[in-house]
């Protein structure tokens, strides 16, 4: 009698386990439908006072990229189109209008549309990735005062007071290159890297098939003692003492990590001149 009083027991308390954890899954799901809807007003009230400006900003631009397009649709660049180099960047999109955006799936073609949204992304990336690592760069400059009073010194013997520092000047600064190059190790610009293998590889045992798409974690590597040293996660320019490194991709020591990414969008920053 005991026991079957202790099992009827049991299983009611299995019950009421159970429809509990149920309870609290449907309550968890009512919150989080119920905080969802209310950052998305909150969202939206906030905004409100704003969209009227973000249509203006976004109307004027728009027109700002039709009277490009238009004057190079006039007026093309006076260079050899044979000359694929020498074209201008918004003569080489408009030779591409109209065409499939894949040559493989013939649906989907290049419009006005889609060259007006890379010219407005082309100066945001130029700015924008020149901008963080600006950033980065002072705000280890400001963590270390000796690094910072080194590079000033080096700007006065060089440079001087009388005068701001111009682009001739920069080969000049050889502790100014080696700041740049300890920033762009520390913080890449791109902290993953997507790449897709263009045919079938074997790397360290492991079989990458062709147009397998992989992440490189440039931060990683960035950071990676067997690469340099124990003292990967700390601020040390010096490190690249009589170090001929190049930022121009040639040494796969940083090519790795710093320019594995900027060596295909340097022509962003520096050429949208």
């Not at 006065?156 to 520092?165: A, D, E, K, P, Q």
């Not at 121009?248 to 060596?263: A, E, M, V, Y």
């Amino acid at each position: 009698m005991a026991e079957n009083c202790q099992e009827k027991e049991g299983k009611r308390r299995t019950e009421e386990d159970v429809q509990k954890k149920k309870n609290m899954h449907r309550l968890e799901l009512c919150m989080s439908q119920i905080l969802y809807h209310l950052a998305k007003v909150i969202t939206l009230r906030r905004c409100k006072g704003h969209i009227g400006k973000f249509n203006k900003t976004s109307k004027a631009l728009d027109q700002v990229f039709d009277q490009i397009i238009e004057e190079y649709n006039e007026n093309p660049s006076a260079t050899n189109k044979q000359n694929v180099q020498s074209k201008h960047f918004v003569d080489i999109l408009l030779s591409l209008l109209h065409q499939p955006m894949d040559h493989n799936n013939q649906k989907h073609f290049i419009d006005r549309t889609n060259i007006k949204a890379i010219l407005k992304d082309m100066p945001a990336a130029s700015f924008d990735s020149s901008a963080s690592a600006i950033e980065f760069a002072m705000s280890e400059l400001l963590r270390h005062p000796r690094v910072m009073k080194k590079l000033q010194d080096e700007l006065s013997n060089v440079v001087g007071i009388n005068r701001l520092v111009e682009e001739f000047d920069l080969t000049k600064f050889p502790y100014l290159n080696m700041i740049v190059k300890e920033t762009l190790r520390l913080y890449p610009i791109g902290v993953f890297v997507p790449r897709q293998s263009l045919e079938d590889i074997t790397i360290n045992g492991y079989l990458i098939k062709k147009k397998s798409s992989s992440l490189v974690n440039l931060w990683a590597i960035g950071r990676d003692p067997k690469v340099w040293s124990d003292t990967a996660e700390i601020f040390y320019p010096e490190r690249f003492v009589n170090n001929n490194i190049d930022l121009k991709g040639h040494d796969f020591q940083l090519i790795r990590t710093i320019w594995f990414w900027l060596q295909r969008m340097s022509w962003n920053t520096i050429g949208y001149n």
